[in-house]
């Protein structure tokens, strides 16, 4: 299968790249980038040089379609709503790692991300790619979750779906590594202001707040609201969830580690923790796993669930590697199976 | 004032000489350790070259009595509810940095400290030294709060006294530096597993939930039980606390910094942050300053509050001092008006 | 005392309020920037809130002298070499903490900063700042030395003086904390590129190399070049210099320890470490310390200096205030006994 | 191929492990631990839960010998030259990746590492593994060599060879990650005492001194010594050297770095930066390469070789198993094309 990547200098395109070197049956057959096609890719990324022999090129619709079999873009927001539509009308496999087509509801999108949204029909034909719990594993065209959204629904999903939950007592307290902001410059990104830091950003603004209720919502229909607040950590990568919620009724921490062992065990990327463990951030980085940590609280009835994955694995380039593998047919493990790089 | 300060190797002892150094009506005539009394100070923390004097010295209450007004404990738990009671036999004033006479409740800090608690009769001699809700102000003998508990209670304070809160709601997420964790070794604290890395510890167990709520009930006497939750970030200092909790009625941004701003404007170590406006960690590192900022979410009806503290300094030394000034009359602020450093 | 501070809003602005704020003797009257004049201090700068309540003014030289008895440039390349002259004109003490008045030889600013030098007549009146070694210490205009500058020119003074050194053979290898490159964004200080990381910068063409050379001629006429490298490390503050430098005859360590003890005996911020031991980067930070440590290599006939200061401490701010104690009759070490902060 | 690995506890045993799981030839068939042959590894490694199935097994030579083709030592000093004997009696095969064969000449073990050395005999029966210069390919027993080492000897190789240095003028500042100082807990790599710090350590007798002079003889016979300092800086993984020598000649940059390119063509994990550019640190990290810019500096006659690789992949796994696959005769790149991970 041949791929092509548009946003290959992206953090997320450049992780892309790396997991699609182990891939048995992919390989990339061109990138590109919407900022910089005059120089190569080696030039700015001296990690990889003699490592990626293939030119920047300039983003031709017909051009990639003629090369390849997919193309993922992994672009910021607001890119692919405009570039992805030749594709589309062409029946051609797009996998799009930006939010453009996460939300499905009208005004949301621009709502949450202070721009329109993209046209409804291309919006609709967008499977959301959560891949433990896609709808249409047939669907050419894949929204690939936000990082945060990834470990918030799989954090809450067995609890919701076997309706154990207060639907009303969700807090999802977030923290991000800063490889999560991008390349691009800031005064939040800076390192003397970043390092031996932390930040709250985006208070009850974040954008993908709607994304996860639109999915918890699927699973608790009378779920209506969350209460989410990303912060930023001096970490390079990685997701570090710790959500609460309050159970209908009490459980053991027994019960509640082998409801999700249970729940997940045809999942290979989500690895429940013994009961008394909770994972540190860094046993999953540069991986596609998803560990979580279970505790109950009789006293207050509310569960503790800790969660991580690696902002640009699990929470990007690597589910979206599986969710070309879901597309293709390919075992799901398929390029993924990197350790987790330790310490 | 003359000053003796037993503990002085760790990291709470050292950050007392730091601001007692600029303090100008108190004088450090003695040190003391209780591990390494044969070396001086200079030889173990080469930072303090040509700036200490004093030899150390073994713990010799007469001695200590002699030659000092008053002694701090910055020892680690377990140790002053050992040697503290010749001073207080002696109706010598006490400031104690630990948690040995903090838990007042019978039986309480043997469930959370593990280990048998100091007798009654001195535990309910010490008054808890939260600077800001002194109820003894005159007290010889202060139980200085603890870092995580600090910021949990400045935080929860005016909404809890203005009865806003549903109190069976509150969640506290904290996150530490790791001098939290002293000087002593531990695979948790070593380099190569902490740098770039975050962890949960202590889930629901950590001794100050009941320091937190013994402190919240003066407050709001029908709370229970908290939600709460440690995680270490790899930062050398720090507390940040994310509080979340429902209010009764709505609320505008407006009116909630108005509650706080009004409520702390004699306090003049906390500082409310504008409306929109949340603390970074750093802002408070090197002094004794409590930075809030609130947000309501309508959506949710909960109360989000960012609190950050120097866990050496209002989490511990420099509190201490404040609540040496209380206890001398001297202006709250001597000896703690050093700006914090940034970056 | 009096004094104005223009380009308040940078890193080493931000000392000097730091500094100044202990000083017995020294009241800061106005502050100013050349880029921000419109918003307050404490808004861009929330470590500050209900602590410096002057507002940012702009830069009015009449104004100033008006007010004040002195003031600091704090500002990068090029500004003060445009706006210092109407102060020369007036008799007015300026104390530089740029590199506009350091390089007296003609030409050797344009070569190494890439733009024309201030006028010569100005640059002969500023007498070159380093604390333990002023020409002339009643001179009413300071070019205040360079961080690395500093470092390299303590660490090589006595060896150099006392004529002990192959003056060919001196190897300096600097490595800079990130808030050396300042409050700018780049490439080089984003979080995600600069954390966990370590790189090069400015390979044989670093300004502060014709200023330390400048320096050492002075000491060591026949002294022409100096290899210097400079590199940037994964901390927010600090200058960790690794000189070596072959000696003309033997010497054992602790000679060599008592040479440099005797030598700086008087300098109170100069402290020699006891031989075998080795100052690390954090014993200085906050502080105006300039700690060395020293050994003697019998099998390559080197000696290897390791020295320490905090850029913005003795490198920047630290200094410029022992500057200013020096032209103003005080003790050099008032407002400068803060500890160092540590951890 | 099958391999077992002795010391798979360590970093560099779980190195192993990353890299092996992607080698198309190799099977890791048993692994084992002095320290705790009880638990699980997964108990102690949650990062590789649900990745290795293979027990933890005690140290039994005959049972090693009868499952595997090889076995890897990644244990610390010290233990390989007591447990090796019995696989190099049976002729069995030994990539050893610490210090215990590497230094032939005698005594040189006792005065560096401070115990007594293997026999002389085994000693003689290693051949040093410096992959890209290995003088007997066909060796059965192999002493991998140390991280400083390695950066160290790839820097010079080619500007000795040519016999273009003068060979007393020799100068490496090498900084090291901190995980090169393993698992074991110290004051030294206590996060409050390591993070935003940095420290030289073994000052002029880190034992890897002997080691470099070692091999440089082989290429410079009339080299006898170096000035070679080592430094702690907080990162976790990573090499970084800065060397600095005397050229007998002028040369030019591009002559400099053609002369590199050149050497290395037949290279594939040595990496020669253009002209002009310097290798960060993070650009290898993960990864087996060995990155290497240069410059010539007319001024001081003195090149500037800057130098990273990762410590546990160049400077140990990584190069194990490219000495793997030199013995085994399959592609020097089999197992290790991962791209580094970045950022």
New interface residues.
């Given amino acids: 299968m041949k791929v092509s990547i548009i946003g290959v200098t992206g ?1 997320s395109g ?1 992780e892309l ?2 997991y699609l ?2 891939h048995p049956s992919v390989e990339v057959v061109s990138i590109h980038s919407h900022s910089m096609n005059k120089k190569s890719l080696e030039a700015v ?7 990626i022999s293939l030119p920047l090129e300039e983003i031709n619709p017909e051009k990639i379609m003629n090369k390849s079999d997919l193309v993922f873009f992994a672009t910021p927001s607001g890119i692919s709503k405009e570039l992805a539509e030749p594709f589309i009308q062409a029946d051609f496999p797009v996998i799009d790692l930006s939010g453009d087509f996460r939300l499905k509801e009208l005004g949301a999108y621009e709502t949450w991300y202070g721009s329109s949204a993209a046209p409804l029909d291309l919006l609709q034909k967008f499977d959301y790619g959560l891949a433990e719990y896609r709808e249409n594993p047939q669907a050419k065209w894949i929204a690939n979750p936000g990082c945060y959204a990834t470990a918030a629904e799989l954090s809450l999903a067995p609890l919701l779906k076997e309706k154990k939950l207060d639907v009303d ?1 969700i ?1 999802i ?1 977030g ?1 991000s590594g ?2 999560g ?1 991008g ?1 691009g ?3 939040t ?12 950003y985006k ?2 603004s974040h954008q993908h707040i709607p994304e996860i209720v639109q999915q918890l919502k699927k699973w608790a229909p009378t779920l ?4 989410f ?1 990303t ?1 930023l ?6 997701i ?1 969830l ?1 959500t ?1 919620a309050k159970l209908n009724e009490p459980i053991s921490d027994e019960e509640l580690v082998d409801l999700y062992c249970t729940h997940f065990e045809n999942s ?1 990327f989500v ?1 429940i ?1 013994a009961v ?12 596609n796993y998803c ?1 979580i ?1 279970l ?1 109950y ?1 009789p ?2 009835k ?1 569960v ?1 669930i ?1 969660t ?1 994955i690696d902002n640009l694995g699990k929470g990007a380039a690597g589910q979206a590697i599986q969710n070309l593998n879901i597309f293709a047919g390919f075992d799901e493990r398929c390029g993924l ?7």
Same sequence: chains 1, 2, 3, 4.
């Fill in positions: 953090y450049l790249l790396r070197r182990q990324n001296p990690h990889l040089k003699h490592l007592s807090v307290d923290k800063v490889s902001a390349k410059l800031s005064q990104t800076h390192f003397s202001e970043t390092h031996d830091n932390m930040t709250v208070m009850n209506e609201v969350i209460q607040s912060s950590i001096p970490v390079t990568r990685g570090f710790t609460y290979p690895r923790q008394g463990q909770y994972p540190v951030l860094k046993q999953v980085i540069g991986s560990d940590g505790a609280n006293q207050t509310m503790t800790v991580v199976e990197l350790l987790p790089i330790y310490p």
